[in-house]
């Protein structure tokens, strides 16, 4: 069988029996192959009671020549023909070296490394025998979208493949190939549970920091994404603990980002290298995204100088994000969140403006009448205020009005040293655009959780986001023909500050399992610790992963503290329309109303929150429809999907229809789309 079309090897067929010292060695199936050699899962029977089998690893010396010099004969022997003698030779001895390495590192007894039983000579060639419990290459799980289920489950992972290297450095050792086709899944002990257990495979590209006449980087390509540059170009002199630390990133990379390969990663000069909004990061809080993304800038950057020097340094970061996870350590987010502090470049006061901002818009949201939209508001520093004067009079004069002044700042002394300034590149008021508005149709941007500030939107030329809407005093027939079971909701809470995510004392409603899809959930307020209550919010999700469109109806959302007193919140109340894709999944519904009412978690703490929820299917009820005076500027689909295409503004116009009563409602926004610049 070959092992795919790069590779010209063929491996042991299923079944087939290798025999040595009184043992027969049966290949199950095969694992992986690396630069020189193949590994198979295979069993033998007890001696004792044949019955019973061991597992076993059976790593077989089969180096790979792009020639195909080096080839299987029928009776699976290797053939090994004129002018691959010499590279035969080289890999043999890099595998023998392997092996030395193998059995010296088993012995410190420190785990993630099996235990070489045996090595034999047969069929023309070496074979070893590793022990092993069942499993799965990494490689094989990515592949078959066998993803990690949480964050917690890559760090596991990836502080036990550090573990493992770190094992390898003290004994001056590299194991230059760090990859998840080299990386051996054990299966978990406990059933049910995800697989964080590991074994590294393949020693057969070991390098000595004692001894550089081991190294064969010729014949060790590696696997393209997660090779350090200077391993890719073979700079023996810059090979470190950092090399090594490089590939480990990189396979981190991959877990974070359900299989994807790291191409270039510090090339593409993105702040952010995993999404806080990706599927492992998105119920984590904001801090714990900032310090996976620090992590890997740091493992990832193209200067051997500028990774970290030592598996400890790097685990010194590991443990300090497993700390964020649960709660052992509060980081704030301005330590983190600016590029390049994590090297003394720069400081910042990280995320604190848009937070402000955020909770402004919170504030300003209920303030909106129906009607047309001319909207007073306290004037802005900066350019924002500067050109707001200036930009009312362009508007009207339809044109781009100029001004005129003197060079040396003293009166116009003619029209030579006059100099127009125009308003070309100044900040657009989009308050001065009329908008027809119904404060009974909320709109909330889906990435920034909060209701549009006066229904007004930034997007970057080339990006897209999505708008959704919530109906306000709105009731309705609804469709409980169909039984919804793929969805689930919980509600939570979380601190200002509190670095470990949402609350939610682990209560996660798959409830749509009622004849009638509704839902009362009650959160008790029990965390000890002493936060300000930032704010509480209503998590849906899809786990279909599918395009489907529903209505959430919240009826009831209601704060009780710890004395017992009761407060009705009613930003969330209402219904929400939600449409689910692939990469939209999850929404999100929050409301910071709770700070007009409660302010810590001392004031909660024996409480409880307690939000009542029914759903149906959207399209037996509603039609919803969008458009844009603009297409050329921003485009919207049915399902609230903006798309900014060039720089300029545009109106959006939502409108929802009852599809059994035939009211109907309707709304405007305004989208600016700016330069990414």
């Known amino acids: 069988m070959k092992r795919d079309d790069m590779d010209n090897r063929t491996g042991l067929p299923e079944g087939y029996r290798i025999s040595h010292g009184g043992r027969n060695y049966t290949i199950r199936r095969y694992v992986s192959a690396g630069g020189n050699s193949i590994v198979y899962q295979a069993w033998y029977q007890d001696s004792l009671m044949p019955e019973k089998t061991h597992q076993v690893l059976v790593k077989e010396l089969y180096p790979y020549d792009p020639m195909g010099r080096i080839t299987r004969r029928e009776d699976m022997c290797l053939e090994i023909r004129n002018g691959a003698e010499k590279l035969y030779s080289d890999h043999k001895k890099s595998y023998l070296l392997g092996n030395r390495v193998h059995l010296t590192l088993a012995q410190e007894g420190r785990g993630g490394i099996a235990e070489n039983l045996d090595s034999f000579e047969e069929n023309g060639t070496v074979y070893t025998v590793l022990t092993a419990r069942k499993g799965k290459v990494l490689a094989e799980m990515l592949e078959e979208k066998q993803y990690f289920p949480t964050l917690e489950d890559t760090v596991a992972c990836i502080r036990g493949l550090l573990n493992i290297l770190e094992l390898f450095h003290e004994h001056r050792l590299l194991h230059l190939d760090v990859s998840p086709d080299n990386i051996f899944m054990l299966e978990p002990r406990e059933k049910g549970a995800f697989p964080t257990e590991l074994l590294l495979l393949d020693f057969n590209s070991v390098y000595s920091m004692d001894d550089r006449t081991t190294y064969l980087g010729d014949y060790y390509p590696g696997k393209p994404g997660y090779m350090a540059p200077e391993a890719v170009l073979s700079r023996t002199e810059e090979l470190g603990a950092w090399t090594d630390l490089y590939s480990a990133a990189a396979v981190w990379y991959t877990l974070l980002c359900d299989g994807m390969v790291p191409e270039d990663m510090e090339i593409t000069g993105e702040e952010e290298l995993v999404s806080p909004y990706s599927r492992l990061l998105l119920h984590e809080k904001e801090v714990a995204a900032e310090q996976v993304n620090r992590i890997l800038r740091r493992g990832l950057r193209t200067m051997p100088t500028d990774r970290y020097s030592s598996t400890a340094e790097m685990l010194e970061d590991i ?61 802005r520093a900066g350019a924002w205020t500067a050109g707001v004067l200036l930009l009312v009079s362009a508007a009207f004069l339809g044109g781009r009005m100029s001004l005129t002044a003197d060079n040396t ?135 279909n992963y599918d395009e489907s469109e529903l209505i959430l109806d919240i009826t009831r959302c209601t704060l009780i503290d710890g004395e017992g007193n009761e407060y009705e919140m009613t930003e969330l109340l209402g219904s929400h329309l939600l449409f689910f894709d692939e990469e939209r999944w999850q929404q999100n519904m929050i409301t910071t109303e709770n700070r007009e009412y409660v302010e810590t978690f001392d004031d909660i703490r024996g409480g409880r929150l307690i939000v009542d929820a029914q759903v149906c299917y959207l399209e037996p009820v509603l039609e919803v429809a969008w458009t844009s005076d603009k297409p050329e500027i921003a485009t919207v689909d049915e399902r609230g999907r903006v798309k900014g295409l060039s720089q300029g503004t545009a109106t959006l116009t939502a409108t929802v229809r009852d599809k059994n009563t035939g009211e109907e409602r309707s709304t405007q926004m305004i989208v600016n789309v700016i330069s990414k610049l």
């Open 319 to 379: 443990q300090e994000l497993s700390d964020i996870l649960t709660g052992a350590v509060r980081i704030p987010v301005s330590r983190i969140a600016v590029p390049g502090a994590e090297n003394g470049i720069g400081e910042g006061s990280g995320n604190g403006g848009s937070a402000g901002t955020r909770k402004d818009g919170m504030k300003n949201a209920g303030m909106k009448k129906a009607g047309r939209l001319w909207c007073a508001r306290p004037l």
């Open 409 to 543: 700042g003293g009166e116009n002394t003619g029209a030579e040293s006059i100099e127009p300034v125009t308003t070309e590149n100044t900040v657009l008021d989009l308050y001065q655009f009329p908008l027809e508005t119904d404060d009974s149709v909320v709109l909330t941007q889906q990435d920034v959780r909060y209701p549009l500030v006066d229904n007004r939107m930034d997007v970057q030329v080339q990006t897209s986001t999505a708008v959704r809407i919530m109906l306000k005093d709105y009731s309705h027939i609804r469709d409980t023909t169909e039984v919804i079971d793929t969805y689930s909701l919980f509600t939570f809470y979380t601190g200002e500050g509190d670095k470990r995510g949402w609350q939610n004392a682990d209560l996660t409603y798959d409830f749509f399992y009622t004849e009638d899809n509704t839902l009362h959930m009650e959160l008790p307020f029990q965390d000890p610790n002493h936060f300000n209550l930032d704010y509480v919010g209503v998590i849906f999700q899809n786990f």
